[in-house]
C-alpha cells in the first residue's frame, strides 16, 4: 500500500499500545489542568469570593453542614429566612451541592489539611469540570474512538457555555450537575452495549445523585425513554435494553424519592410519566416477544403485534385521563414554559422577569460555541451514518437540546455537552481522513483503517508521527467498516460507500498538510475566543464591579459588601431587612441578617407584599412594615454611576407582582405618564413619586449636585430640584456610589400621633386649632 | 426474552388442553436455573399484585411504604427477569460481554443497591 | 428575690416611715415664672419635699440648671408652673419638653388663659383649648366667689384620686379631650360649667347654638377636663393643669363651706403622686416560656407542642420604695403571634404565688416565627407590654412515628422480597455446584 509519509515500521504492538495510553493520559491530565485553570479568572482578578446571588445560599447552607453536621442540615428550619414564615430548607432543596462538598470537607479535614469550607466551594466547580471532561472523554470514546474522546473533553473543558456557570466561585447546582449528566448518559451507554445490569445500576446511582443535585435531572428522566422508545420504534428492541432500561428505572426511580424535595412526584407528576410508561411499554414488549417466539404462526404474531399496539394507545390514554382528572399533576409552570413561551408572562410574572429565563438571542450561540456551532451539525449527520444504539441517542439528544437552547438563554447548559460531542465527532472524522497515510491503491480495494491519535486541542506541533495500532485494525477494520470508512474527505463521505472497488483517497502531502494546518489553526483561534469570552464576560463576580479609571487603571466598585458589612457591624442581631427578592440571599450570606423574601421565590404572596410595600405611598406602606417587624430597607440605586441593574428599572416587575394579589389597590398605568411613558422626572405621574421606591432612590439625590441640575445617569432624565421627603422612614446608610441605600424604620409616635404630624411638628410647624369633637344631639 | 427452544409438537393434534400442553412443554424444555427463576418472578408478580390491590381498595396511606414494597417487587422481578434473559443460553450472543456468572453477580449487586433503598424508604 | 424582700420590709419600714419616693427618681426641676411666688405655693411644695423629693427652682428665662445636658435628662420630674410666659430660655422648647418625655421624664404642666407656646404644645396631646381669654365660668352653686372660681367635685371611685374628698376649688382653662387613648382625666368640670371670656353672659346665645349643632365648637359641660393626665409610650406621664392656683395655699385653705376644707391638698398630692411615678406603677419583671413538663426554656419549639408561658408583674410600693408581686391583674391576655394572632388568651394570675401569670397552650399546627406577645394598656396604669420571638420548626425527620400499623402488608411484602432473594441466591448457588460447569466454577458476590 502507498503511504504518503512513512510510519515506523519496528515498532511492537505492545508498545504501541503503551505509547498510546500513556499519550491519553497526558493529554487528559493536561485538558483537565486546562478546564480548572481557565475558571479561575475570577480568582486572581478579584479573590476567592462566592459569586453572584443563587450560590450565597447555597453557601449558608453548606456551612450549616460543616458546622453542624447532616442530622441538623438534613431538619434545618432557616427561621431568619422569609420571616416570619421561615424555610424549612432540609425538604425545599436539591441537597447533592452541599452533600459533595460536605464530604470533601470532612475527608479533607481527616487528613488534616484544614481547608476553608469557603475554599472548598469556591474551587468545587473547576474540580468537578474536570470530571466532566474526562466523562464525555468516556461518553464520546463509546461513539466512536478514543481520540474524538479527548476532542471532545478538550471542547467541554474550555467552551463558554459551560464555564459560564462553573467559573470558581459559581457555587451552583449547575457545578456538578453536568458532571453527573454526561456520566450517567456515559453508564446508560455502557448499560445498553453491554447489556449488563451491573451499568444499568449504576446509571441508576449516578442518577440518583443527580435528583439530588439538580432540578434538571427531568432532562434525564425524559431523555432516556425517549430514547428507549425511539429504538423501540425502530425496530431496535433487544434484551441488552430490556435489561439496561429496567434496571435503571426501577433502582433509579425508587432512589429518586428519597430526596424529600422530589418526594412522591415520580409517580404522581406529568414530566414523570413518560419514564413510567416507557417502563411499562418495555415489560409488555419483552412479554410479548417471549409469547411469540413459543409460539409460530404468523396469524398470532400479528394478533400480538396489534394487541401491542392497542395496549399503548390505551396506557398514552390512561396517562391522559388521570392528568385531566387530577391525579396525575400536570406540567409544571417551569417546564411547560418551554412549550408555551407565552404562557410565563401572563400567569407566572416571577419567572418571566427571571433575565436568563429570555429566549436566546442568536450572537450568543456563537459567543458560547464558537465553531462548535458549525461541526455539530455535521457530527449529527455521520451519526447517522453509523446508527447504533448511542448514535440514536446522540441524535435525539442534538435535537432537544437545541430546542431548548432556543427558547431559554439557561437552557444553552444543557446543548454544550451534545454539541462538543458532535463536533468531536465531526473534527476527529476529518482529521483522521487527513492524517490516514494511505493512499489509495489505483487498482485495489482501499482497507479503510482507523488512525489518528493524540489530536489533543494543546496547540502542539504537527504530529505526524502518529503510532497507530494499524496492524491490529486492519483486519477489524474489515468488520469494523462503518466507523471512519471515509475514504476521500468529509465531502465525498457523505453519499459515499466505503465499499467502492473505486480507488478513492487523498494523494500526496500537500492536501494532508494543509487540511491538518487549517483544522489545528481552527483550534487554535477556539482556544483564544473562549480564553477572551471566559475571562471578559464570564468571570465576573457579580458582587464586585470592575470599572476602569481614565488612565485605564481598573478601579473596584465595592458597594454591595461595604453596604452589607454596614448592616452587620451596626444592626442589632436580629434586624429584619426587607428588600427585593434578589438581593435576599446575599444579606443573609454576607450581612447575616433576617430577609422578608429571597432569591427561592417559593411563596408569590409575601413577594407581592413586599412589592405592594414598595409600590405604595409611605402611609399605606407602613403598616405592613410594622406587621412584619422590618426595621431596615435596603435598595438599590444606581442613578449616580450608571448601574443599570437597579430597582428602579426592576420597578415595574414589583408593580406587577403586586397587581397581581392586589388588583384593586396597585394599578399599573398609574405609574406611567398620560402619554405612557415611564419617567422619573418632573414628568412622573404622582403615583410614581409618592410610591416609597421612588422616595428612597431620591431622597437627597439633587443636593449631590449642589444647585446645578441633578441628572440620573441610568435614566437619562433630570431629578427635580426638591426631592421627596421621608416621613415614616430615617436614612442610615448611603454607600460610596450611591449603589445602595438603606433606610431605617421609624417605631410607633410616642404621643400616638401619626408620624407625619409628628414629624411636622418636630420641625417647628403648629398644627390648625381644631373646634372639641361632636357628641350625640340629646333628644328633647 | 426468547426462550429456550421452540416447543415440541405436543400441542399439535393432541387431545390434550392447550394450556396443558404448553404447560408440558415449557416444563421440559426450560432448565433447572431458569425454572428457579421463573418460579421467583411467579412470586414477586403474586407479593406485587397482593400491595396494589391493598393500596387501591383499602387505603394508600403510608404511600412511602406502599410505594417502597411495590417498588421492591417490581425492581426485584426486573433485575431477575434480566437475570433470566442474560443466562438463558440462546440469547447467548447479545450479551457477549456478560458472562452468565458476571450476570448474577450485577444480578446480586443491583438486588443489594434496590433493597437497600427500599429499606431507607419504608419507614 | 422575694425572699430577701420580706427580709428588707421591717428594715426599710423603719427607716422611711412617712417618705413616699418615685420609682424613676427624686430630683425635681420646678419652672416658676417670676411673677408667681414660691410662699404662695409653700404647702404644695412642702408636701412634696416631705416626700423626699429635691427640688430646685428656676426662672423659665434662666439658662441654667438645664433640662437635657448632653442629651441626657438632668432632672427625673420637671414642673412647669409658667402659665403666663410667652418666651421661655433656649432650652425649654415644645420640641425639647416632648423630648423629655422620650427620656422618661415626667411632666407637670400648669395652663392659664393666655396664649403661651404651651397651648399649641397641648394640642399635639390631643387636648382642645378653648380660644385664649375664655376660662371657666360657672354660675351655680351659688357662691361667694366670683364666677371664674369654681368648686369641683373630684370623681368618686377613682384609681388614682382618693376617695371621698371635699370638692375642689379650681380657676383656670378647661381642655376638650380628643380621641387619643392615652388622655387620663382627672377632674371632670361640673355640669353647669362652660368656657366664656366674660362674667356677663354676652356670649350666651353662641354657646346655645353651638349647643344644638351637636356640639361642635362647644365647650360645655361634664365631658370638659381640668386636670388631664397623659401617658406617653415610653410611661413617662405628662399632667396638664388648667389653672396654677389650685395649687395654690390660698385655694387650699379656702373653705368650701362652713368648717369644711376643700380637698385641694389631697387632691395635688395625688396628681403630683401619680404624675412623678409614685402610684399606679407596674412593671413586668421577667418572663419564662418552656415546654409544659420541663423546666428550661427551648431555642425552638416543634409544632403541636404543650407551651407554658409565665410573666411575673410587680408593683411599685412609693411607701417602702420596693416592687413589690402584683396579681390584681384579671384581664391580662397573651397573643401568639405571627403577622397576625394565631393564638389568643387570658393571662391569669396563679393562685398562691403573688405576681406570677401563667397560661398553658397548644401551638399551632403552622411552622414559622411566632411571638408572645403582652400588650397591657390600661387608662391611669404603666403600659406592660413584652415581646420575645420564639421560632416554631416542624418535627424533625426522625419525631415522625416509626411503624404505622397500616402499613403492613408493604413491610410483610419488603420483608418477603428479601427473604425471597436471599432464599433464591442460596439455591441458585447451591444449584450450581450441582450442574455441570459451563464456565469458572468461582462465584462473584
Redesign the interface.
Known amino acids: 500500500m502507498p503511504l504518503a509519509y512513512s510510519l515506523p515500521s519496528d515498532l511492537s504492538p505492545a508498545t504501541v499500545t503503551n505509547t498510546s495510553s500513556l499519550l491519553r493520559i497526558i493529554a487528559l491530565a493536561l485538558i483537565s489542568g486546562a478546564a480548572i485553570a481557565s475558571r479561575l479568572f475570577a480568582v486572581v482578578n478579584f479573590e476567592s469570593i462566592i459569586h453572584e446571588f443563587d450560590p450565597w445560599f447555597n453557601y449558608r447552607a453548606t456551612k450549616v453542614l460543616a458546622e453542624k453536621g447532616f442530622y441538623a442540615f438534613w431538619n434545618w428550619f432557616d427561621h431568619t429566612a422569609w420571616y416570619p414564615l421561615g424555610r424549612v430548607v432540609g425538604g425545599t432543596i436539591y441537597p447533592g451541592l452541599m452533600a459533595t462538598s460536605g464530604v470533601i470537607y470532612n475527608v479533607l479535614h481527616a487528613l488534616n489539611l484544614p481547608v476553608d469550607i469557603r475554599n472548598i466551594c469556591v474551587l468545587l466547580a473547576p474540580g468537578f469540570s474536570a470530571l466532566t471532561a474526562w466523562s464525555t472523554y468516556m461518553f464520546t470514546k463509546e461513539l466512536k474512538d478514543e481520540s474524538a474522546g479527548l476532542l471532545a473533553a478538550a471542547f467541554i473543558g474550555i467552551a463558554p457555555g459551560y464555564i459560564s456557570r462553573s467559573v470558581a466561585g459559581s457555587y451552583d447546582n449547575e457545578a456538578i450537575a453536568i458532571f453527573l449528566l454526561m456520566f450517567t448518559f456515559y453508564s446508560w451507554i455502557k448499560a445498553l452495549k453491554t447489556g449488563s445490569a451491573f451499568f444499568g445500576t449504576l446509571t441508576a446511582l449516578f442518577y440518583f445523585y443527580m435528583v439530588a443535585a439538580w432540578g434538571g435531572y427531568a432532562f434525564i428522566t425524559n431523555m432516556i425513554p425517549l430514547h428507549a422508545l425511539t429504538l423501540i420504534l425502530m425496530g431496535r428492541f433487544s434484551s441488552r435494553l430490556y435489561v439496561a432500561y429496567s434496571s435503571w428505572y426501577a433502582i433509579g426511580t425508587l432512589a429518586s424519592m428519597q430526596v424529600p424535595f422530589v418526594g412522591f412526584q415520580p409517580v404522581r407528576t406529568s414530566e414523570h410519566m413518560a419514564a413510567l410508561g416507557v417502563f411499562g411499554l418495555l415489560q409488555i414488549v419483552a412479554f410479548a416477544e417471549l409469547v411469540r417466539a413459543h409460539v409460530s404462526s404468523r396469524q398470532f404474531q400479528s394478533i400480538l403485534f396489534g394487541s401491542v399496539i392497542v395496549i399503548g394507545v390505551l396506557g398514552v390514554l390512561a396517562f391522559a385521563g388521570l392528568t385531566y382528572k387530577g391525579w396525575i399533576a400536570p406540567w409544571t409552570g417551569r417546564f411547560y414554559s418551554l412549550w408555551d413561551t407565552g404562557y410565563a408572562k401572563k400567569y407566572i410574572p416571577i419567572i418571566a422577569s427571571v433575565s436568563e429565563h429570555q429566549p436566546t438571542a442568536w450572537p450568543s450561540f456563537f459567543m458560547d460555541l464558537q465553531f462548535l456551532i458549525f461541526l455539530f451539525p455535521a457530527g449529527v449527520i455521520l451519526c447517522f451514518r453509523e446508527l447504533r444504539d448511542e448514535h440514536v441517542f446522540v441524535i435525539i439528544y442534538a435535537v432537544v437540546a437545541s430546542y431548548f437552547a432556543g427558547v431559554m438563554v439557561r437552557l444553552m447548559l444543557t446543548l454544550t455537552p451534545v454539541v462538543c460531542v458532535a463536533a468531536a465527532v465531526a473534527f476527529s472524522s476529518l482529521l483522521d481522513t487527513y492524517i490516514d497515510p494511505v493512499e489509495p491503491e489505483v487498482s485495489e480495494v482501499a482497507v479503510p483503517v482507523t488512525g489518528g491519535d493524540s489530536s489533543a486541542a494543546s496547540p502542539a506541533t504537527v504530529d505526524g508521527a502518529v503510532s497507530s495500532k494499524k496492524a491490529k485494525k486492519a483486519a477489524a477494520a474489515v468488520a469494523d467498516a462503518s466507523s471512519t470508512g471515509i475514504a476521500s474527505g468529509i465531502v465525498a463521505a457523505i453519499g459515499g460507500q466505503s465499499k467502492s472497488p473505486k480507488a478513492r483517497g487523498i494523494f500526496g502531502l500537500d492536501t494532508r498538510f494543509l487540511i491538518v494546518v487549517n483544522a489545528l489553526g481552527m483550534l487554535l483561534f477556539f482556544v483564544l475566543h473562549c480564553t477572551y469570552v471566559t475571562s471578559s464576560a464570564y468571570s465576573s463576580p457579580s458582587v464586585v464591579l470592575a470599572s476602569q479609571n481614565p488612565d485605564g487603571s481598573q478601579h473596584i466598585i465595592d458597594d454591595f459588601r461595604e453596604a452589607y458589612y454596614w448592616l452587620r457591624q451596626n444592626t442589632p442581631q436580629d434586624a429584619v431587612v426587607m428588600s427585593w427578592w434578589d438581593y435576599g440571599y446575599q444579606i443573609a450570606g454576607m450581612a447575616d441578617r433576617p430577609t422578608l423574601v429571597d432569591n427561592n421565590t417559593w411563596n408569590n404572596t409575601h413577594i407581592a407584599t413586599v412589592g405592594k410595600a414598595m409600590s405604595s405611598p409611605e402611609e399605606v406602606a407602613y403598616p405592613i412594615l410594622r406587621k412584619h417587624d422590618v426595621d431596615y430597607v435596603l435598595i438599590i440605586f444606581g442613578g449616580l454611576i450608571g448601574y443599570s441593574g437597579d430597582d428602579i428599572n426592576k420597578f415595574l416587575w414589583m408593580v406587577r407582582i403586586a397587581q397581581g394579589v392586589w388588583p384593586d389597590e396597585i394599578q399599573e398605568p398609574n405609574y406611567f405618564t398620560p402619554k405612557g411613558e415611564y419617567r422619573i422626572d418632573d414628568a412622573a405621574s404622582p403615583t410614581m413619586k409618592n410610591s416609597l421606591m421612588y422616595k428612597m432612590s431620591y431622597y437627597r439625590f439633587a443636593e449631590l449636585f449642589g444647585g446645578s441640575q441633578a441628572v440620573d445617569r441610568v435614566r437619562g432624565q433630570q431629578v427635580p430640584k426638591t426631592g421627596p421627603t421621608l416621613d415614616y422612614l430615617d436614612e442610615a446608610f448611603t454607600s460610596e456610589n450611591w449603589i445602595v441605600r438603606i433606610y431605617q424604620v421609624k417605631k410607633e409616635d410616642l404621643l400616638g400621633r401619626d408620624l407625619k404630624t409628628a414629624n411636622a411638628f418636630a420641625n417647628g410647624k403648629k398644627r390648625k386649632k381644631s373646634k372639641p369633637l361632636a357628641r350625640r344631639k340629646a333628644l328633647a | 426474552?426468547?426462550?429456550a427452544k421452540?416447543?415440541p409438537s405436543k400441542t399439535a393434534g393432541s387431545s390434550q388442553s392447550p394450556l396443558l400442553s404448553?404447560w408440558k412443554a415449557y416444563y421440559e424444555s426450560t432448565s433447572?436455573?431458569l425454572k428457579?427463576?421463573d418460579a421467583?418472578l411467579v412470586?414477586?408478580m403474586l407479593?406485587?399484585i397482593?400491595?396494589f390491590l391493598?393500596c387501591v381498595l383499602i387505603?394508600n396511606?403510608?404511600?412511602?411504604?406502599?410505594?417502597?414494597?411495590?417498588?421492591?417487587?417490581?425492581?426485584?422481578f426486573?433485575?431477575?427477569?434480566?437475570?433470566r434473559?442474560?443466562v438463558n443460553p440462546a440469547?447467548r450472543s447479545?450479551?457477549?460481554?456478560?458472562?452468565?456468572?458476571?450476570?448474577?453477580?450485577?444480578?446480586?449487586?443491583?438486588?443489594i443497591?434496590?433493597?437497600f433503598?427500599?429499606?431507607?424508604?419504608?419507614? | 428575690m422575694r425572699f430577701l424582700r420580706t427580709l428588707l420590709f421591717p428594715l426599710v419600714a423603719l427607716t422611711s416611715l412617712a417618705l413616699a419616693r418615685s420609682s424613676t427618681g427624686d430630683t425635681v426641676l420646678v419652672l416658676l415664672e417670676p411673677s408667681l411666688k414660691k410662699e404662695n405655693f409653700s404647702i404644695f411644695f412642702g408636701d412634696l419635699e416631705k416626700k423626699g423629693y429635691k427640688l430646685t427652682f428656676r426662672s423659665p428665662k434662666d439658662t441654667t440648671p438645664e433640662i437635657i445636658k448632653d442629651d441626657v435628662a438632668q432632672f427625673a420630674h420637671v414642673v412647669v408652673f409658667a402659665p403666663e410666659t410667652k418666651t421661655f430660655a433656649g432650652d425649654i422648647t415644645p420640641q425639647t419638653l416632648v423630648s423629655l418625655l422620650s427620656k422618661k421624664t415626667n411632666l407637670l404642666l400648669a395652663l392659664s388663659p393666655k396664649q403661651t407656646p404651651l397651648s399649641s404644645l397641648a394640642a399635639e396631646f390631643t387636648l382642645i383649648l378653648p380660644p385664649p381669654g375664655t376660662p371657666l365660668i360657672s354660675h351655680f352653686p351659688k357662691r361667694d366667689t366670683p364666677a371664674t372660681v369654681v368648686p369641683v367635685e373630684p370623681p368618686r371611685a377613682h384609681h388614682i384620686i382618693s376617695d371621698g374628698l371635699a370638692p375642689v376649688w379650681f380657676s383656670g382653662v378647661p381642655q376638650a379631650l380628643g380621641n387619643s387613648p392615652m388622655l387620663v382625666p382627672l377632674l371632670q368640670a361640673p355640669p353647669q360649667a362652660f368656657a366664656s371670656d366674660a362674667d356677663s353672659d354676652s356670649g350666651a346665645d353662641a354657646l346655645v347654638e353651638a349647643a344644638e349643632k351637636s356640639g361642635e365648637g362647644l365647650w360645655a359641660g361634664s365631658s370638659l377636663s381640668l386636670v388631664t393626665g397623659f401617658q406617653a409610650l415610653s410611661n413617662a406621664r405628662a399632667t396638664w393643669v388648667g389653672g396654677i392656683e389650685i395649687f395654690s395655699d390660698e385655694y387650699i385653705n379656702k373653705e368650701i363651706s362652713k368648717g369644711v376644707k376643700s380637698g385641694n391638698r389631697q387632691f395635688v398630692k395625688d396628681v403630683a403622686a401619680w404624675t412623678f411615678q409614685e402610684a399606679n406603677v407596674l412593671r413586668i419583671d421577667t418572663v419564662e416560656h418552656h415546654r409544659v413538663n420541663e423546666t428550661l426554656p427551648r431555642e425552638t419549639y416543634t409544632i403541636n407542642n404543650q407551651v407554658t408561658y409565665t410573666a411575673y408583674i410587680s408593683q411599685y410600693d412609693p411607701e417602702l420604695d420596693l416592687w413589690e408581686p402584683y396579681s390584681g391583674i384579671n384581664d391580662l391576655q397573651l397573643e401568639f403571634t405571627m403577622l397576625d394572632p394565631h393564638i389568643r388568651t387570658s393571662l391569669p394570675p396563679v393562685a398562691g404565688e403573688p405576681g406570677k401569670y401563667s397560661v398553658s397552650f397548644r401551638v399551632p399546627d403552622r411552622h414559622g416565627v411566632f411571638k408572645f406577645n403582652v400588650d397591657y394598656k390600661r387608662k391611669g396604669w404603666s403600659y406592660l407590654s413584652s415581646t420575645t420571638v420564639v421560632p416554631i420548626v416542624p418535627p424533625r425527620h426522625d419525631e415522625y412515628p416509626r411503624f404505622l400499623s397500616a402499613a403492613w402488608p408493604y413491610y410483610a411484602g419488603a420483608f418477603s422480597t428479601s427473604a425471597a432473594f436471599l432464599l433464591f441466591v442460596a439455591l441458585w448457588l447451591a444449584g450450581d455446584e450441582r450442574e455441570p460447569k459451563k464456565g469458572k466454577g468461582s462465584k462473584a458476590e
Open positions: 426474552m426468547p426462550a421452540i416447543a404448553l433447572t436455573r428457579t427463576i421467583f412470586f414477586l407479593s406485587g397482593i400491595q391493598y387505603t396511606f403510608p404511600f412511602n411504604a406502599f410505594l417502597a414494597g411495590f417498588a421492591s417487587c417490581v425492581g426485584q426486573v433485575l431477575a427477569a434480566s437475570l434473559a442474560q440469547n447479545e450479551f457477549k460481554d456478560v458472562s452468565p456468572e458476571r450476570a448474577f453477580a450485577d444480578f446480586a449487586l443491583g438486588s443497591v434496590l433493597h433503598f427500599v429499606y431507607n424508604f419504608l419507614g
